[in-house]
């Protein structure tokens, strides 16, 4: 969002309060600008290597943001059938969708492979089963886990040892056994560290364990090294260093391919890298409350709609749209909903007032995706603006989409 000269916030030029007038309150607003822009930025760290973009989609599944991805070279990384058809309604063909199950039923990784997903096997039963139904006749990837700790909090860990994700380095003798055993055409491996992580080193730690491996599978092509890369939660926040990582991984991964023999694909997986700082979270002030402790901000929504607050404690800046220069005070920011939805502890905002619109910011990743029908609640709508063109890509939700799949009406 920009501040203009006349001191008012806009997106692309657009006015996001006439957005909430245009769709109603709360509102989740995608910046498209903003997506290719990190895409692109993303691509020219890792310009010297061969690589590869596969979005993490559980952090955004709205279908017009796929569409997005997959019109701007973009592929996919999903967790679920779900994901999987949505790729498929934007447009992927089943072989740019990676399937990174985490102990799924196998049914599920066969409904996966068999529409012509490539999938990251994460555990030995799994391997063995793929093995048993699959001969040498369909190729995966092996999720490693690597028994590094790295990650924004200890919730969004995935690679430390106590981590349930992939299968650890240590079993590797067993991973070769049944490999062997099959003959199971192992194409690449993968692993993901975690989320929100800043330093290039963990990468590079998880990087020099994924070749260090690879040293014991002949016939691989890809590396993937999952996502996590930390972004900018509020101004001035430190983040992590495309260009410098991306020159140091380009440089170990070069020479691993050099001693490997063969050039091999680079894969990232991102999904907070991509869509954070694209989205907005549009809401309306109901209620000031002066209270003796605290002053209270009551807005139209809640851990329904944007849980990191309340689940990680996750900071989202938040702006007040309606009046940027009002004088500042500290607030807590509160949401409607019957639990301690608390968004912002002792926030200084520009003075608020009832019918203020505010705006949460890095809103695009793991918001709408993680959002509830709690208190029988509607899930609010999204508008992407792109190419200076705003777009309803999903209305509102009503009674009748609650009741839907209800008996007894
Ligand atoms: N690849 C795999 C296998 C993953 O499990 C994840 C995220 C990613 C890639 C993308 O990670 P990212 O680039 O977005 O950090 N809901 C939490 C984040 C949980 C991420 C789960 N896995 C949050 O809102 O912070």
Redesign the pocket.
């Known amino acids: 969002m920009q501040l203009s000269e006349q001191n008012t916030y806009t997106i692309q030029g657009i006015d996001p309060i006439r957005l909430t007038e245009t769709y109603g309150s709360p509102l989740y607003v995608y910046d498209g600008a903003t997506i290719r822009r990190k895409v692109a930025e993303l691509q020219h760290a890792f310009s010297g290597v061969n690589m590869k973009i ?1 979005f ?1 989609c ?2 955004n599944t709205n279908l017009s943001i796929l569409r997005l991805m997959r019109e701007i070279g973009v592929e996919l ?1 999903v ?1 679920s059938p779900g994901e999987f058809e949505m790729g498929k309604l934007a447009g992927y063909e089943g072989n740019q969708i990676t399937f ?1 199950p ?1 102990g799924v039923p196998f049914s599920e990784v066969k409904t996966a492979v068999e529409a012509g997903a490539i999938v ?1 096997v994460d555990s030995l039963p799994l391997l063995e089963w793929f093995g048993q139904t699959y001969g040498n006749t369909k190729p995966c990837l092996i ?1 490693i886990k690597p028994n590094v700790a790295a ?3 200890i ?2 860990m ?1 690679a430390h040892a106590d981590s349930k ?1 992939g299968i650890s380095v240590l079993l590797l003798d067993q991973i070769l056994e049944i490999v062997k055993k099959y003959d199971i055409k192992i194409i690449g491996l ?1 692993q ?1 560290t ?4 800043k330093d290039a080193e963990p990468f590079l730690q998880v990087a020099d364990i994924l070749f260090e491996t690879a040293k014991h599978f002949p016939d691989l092509e890809i590396i993937d090294l ?4 930390k972004v900018s939660y509020l101004p001035g926040d430190a983040v992590t260093d495309m260009e410098l990582l991306g020159n140091k991984i380009s440089e170990r991964f070069k020479n691993f391919c050099s001693e490997y023999g063969r050039e091999l694909q680079l894969w990232f ?6 869509v ?1 700082e694209s989205g907005y979270l549009l809401v309306t002030t109901t209620v000031v409350k002066e209270d003796p402790a605290r002053n209270f901000v009551h807005v139209d929504s809640g851990l329904n709609h944007l849980i ?1 607050p309340m ?2 404690g ?1 900071y989202h800046h938040i702006l007040n749209v309606s009046n940027p220069s009002g004088e500042e005070k500290p607030y807590n920011v509160v949401g409607y909903i019957c639990e301690t939805d608390t968004f912002a502890t002792d926030r200084n905002l520009p003075e608020v007032r009832q019918g203020d619109t505010l705006a949460f910011l890095n809103a695009g ?2 918001g709408f995706s ?1 959002s509830s029908n709690y208190n029988a609640r509607f899930r609010p709508a999204e508008v992407l603006v792109d190419n200076g063109q705003e777009k309803l890509i999903r209305r509102r939700e009503n009674l009748e989409d609650l009741l839907t799949s209800q008996e007894g009406l």
């Open positions: 596969k993490a559980k952090a990384d967790v990174t985490s990251n999720r990650g924004g909090n919730k969004i995935t994700f993968h993901h975690g989320s929100d992580i999952g996502g996590g890369f997986e991102p999904g907070k890298f991509l954070s990191r689940m990680y996750s990743a793991y993680m």
